[in-house]
Structures are given as C-alpha cells and as structure tokens.
C-alpha cells in the first residue's frame, strides 16, 4: 500500500517540490514530511556501553550528541564508531594506551571520545531532493535537520526513503543496482575480525559462506550462504551484561576472539536478481533489517542495501 510520504516522495523527485500533506509551515522545507520529528538523542558524558545499549534496544545505527540545555547539536556517534572503539579500528588505541587494555573501564567512558565532532547536517528548510544529493555526494546514511537556532528538530535516514518506496518502484530491479564485489567471511571469524573488516570498508553486514558437504561440492556447490552478521549484532554482543559477567579479567581480549558463528544471523533473508525494488522495500519493511544477499540457486550472486535504494532514487 502506497502512504503518503511515499506519494509526496514521487512528486517531489518529479517535480521538485511537495504537496502540503502534514500542515507543516510553508517556511519549512519538504525534507520535514519525511523525516523522524521525535529524535533520541544522548549527551556528550553518556557512556560509551549506554550508547550501544541505545542502539541495540532501538535498533538505531546512529545517535546525535546534544547539548543538554540548548539541544543543539555537538556531534553523532554511529554503530561503526562503537565498532571501531572496541577493536575494529584506530579507535581501539584508546583501550590499549589511555586504559592499557582494561576493556571494563573503556566502555564506560564519555561518547564524547569517539563521536564524530563535524557532523554533517541539513535545516528544516531543505528539500528532499537537498537531502537525496548531500546523502549521496557525502555517502552517509543519514542527516541530522537542525532549526534556524541549530536546535537538533530532525534526522532522515536513508532507511526513511527505502521505507517510502515500499511497493512504488515497480520498474527498477534488483539486479540493476546491486552490489556484486561483494565481502564476505567464515563462520570461524573471530568478533575482532569481522569488526575490523566493517569498519575498514565501511560495512553494516557480512554474509557468512561455509564449505559445502562433499555431495554437494561434487556439483559445483563449493560454499552455501550458512549466516549474515551486522554491526547491530556486534554491538548486541559487546553490550550484554552477561558477556561481561564471564570475564576473568578486565581485558576484553578475551571477548572478541568469540567466533561470529556464535552470534550471526542463520535465517536469512535473501531476495533474487529479479526483484523489483519496490517488494524490496516492502521486505525491508516487514523483516526490519537493512539489506540482503542477493542469491540465485543457491549462488550468492550480490547484496544489496538501504543505500542502494536511495541510488535508484535519484536515478
């Protein structure tokens, strides 16, 4: 079924502009009728462990920093972020040199350590097609939407317009805009690993491929699609309590040697080449995930994802 912000997406990309369909003011620009009003945002000495706990519960990639008495924007953190703190990237110097790998006490320091400073940001008197071509240009996934005060009033996601074109791209397939070099990692990988391969390519989500049994093999069927893990997985991971009960020392060393085969995904949610975009979004939508392979016979052929969708957009 086609809602109205998928209605007044199509005309805006149409016409480059919006019927007034939310009573917004007319000062104020269309990227508002899309956009996610009532914002969870976190302060700068928020910890670290509380963020991702944020994260997780909300199934966010993402949270704005603000200030907690004007609510003006300081920052963002993101799940790579959080990532690349706990082992994933550069961030991880941190752990070892400020805390000399005392995982316990890094967790709980302030997000203002690893949040990102110069956040890239829209007004609420942007259009959509504003916000299509600075998404793209900046290659985020999403634009916090500030007010003539600077006072954080918005966020649009890139997930916002793959949800709005659920069941409207009828004509555009699958096939067309996916991604076909596509990574991808064994069911052995240790949590470090994976984290380091998201955040050094910029990754939400890896598939997970296992050896085909010898029968199989025997018919050209090498490696199967056993698994997928995202970034939320990880952070769903390093974020339980119980996890940190296990520990026999303050090191989290320990913790990211875990094989990812322990936390992935086995039921996964694959589309084929000839998919239109549209049913797509409506399996997005229903599944509540971001992306999926792309598999045909048992082949993983490519992936494709939220931001893909946002390409076939502006196409």
């Known amino acids: 079924m086609k809602d109205k912000s998928a209605i007044n997406l ?23 009728t899309l956009a996610e009003k009532e914002v969870i945002s976190v302060h700068p ?9 944020v994260m997780v519960k909300h199934k966010f990639r993402r949270i704005p920093v603000t200030d907690p008495g004007s609510q003006k924007l300081l920052g963002i953190v993101t799940a790579m972020d959080i990532l690349n703190f706990l082992g994933g990237g550069d961030k991880f110097n941190i752990v070892e040199e400020k805390y000399n790998d005392n995982f316990l006490a890094a967790i709980n320091e302030s997000v203002r350590e690893i949040m990102t400073r110069d956040v890239i940001s829209m ?40 949800l709005a074109m659920a069941g409207v791209l009828t004509e555009e397939l699958v096939e067309d805009f996916m991604s076909t070099d596509v990574i991808t990692t064994t069911p052995g990988t240790p949590i470090e690993s994976a984290s380091k391969i998201m955040v050094r390519n910029k990754l939400r989500r890896i598939p997970i491929l296992a050896k085909a049994m010898e029968d199989t093999a025997a018919h050209g069927e090498e490696e199967y699609l056993e698994g997928i893990i995202t970034s939320n997985d990880v ?33 996964v949610t694959t589309v084929e080449p000839l998919t239109r975009l549209g049913d797509l979004c409506e399996i997005l939508r229903e599944k509540d995930i971001g992306g999926v392979p792309v598999v045909k016979n048992g082949e993983l052929l490519g992936i494709i994802t939220e931001s893909d969708i946002l390409k076939a957009i502006k196409k």
Not at 135 to 149: F, Q, R, S, T, Y
């Open 123 to 162: 007004t609420n008197r942007d259009s959509i097609n504003d916000c299509i071509n600075l998404m793209l240009e900046k290659d985020v996934g999403a634009l916090p939407i500030l007010d003539e005060n600077e006072k954080l009033v918005g966020i649009i996601t890139e997930r916002d317009f793959a």
């Open 45 to 53: 000495t928020t910890r670290i462990i509380e963020v991702a706990e």
């Open 235 to 267: 952070l769903k991971f390093l974020g339980d309590n119980k996890v940190f009960a296990k520990m026999e020392s303050n090191s989290g060393l320990g913790i990211l040697e875990t094989k990812i085969s322990e936390i992935m995904e086995n039921k």
């Open 10 to 32: 199509r005309k805006s990309m149409e016409r480059g502009s919006i019927e007034n369909e939310t009573r917004v003011s007319e000062h104020v620009g269309d990227v508002m």
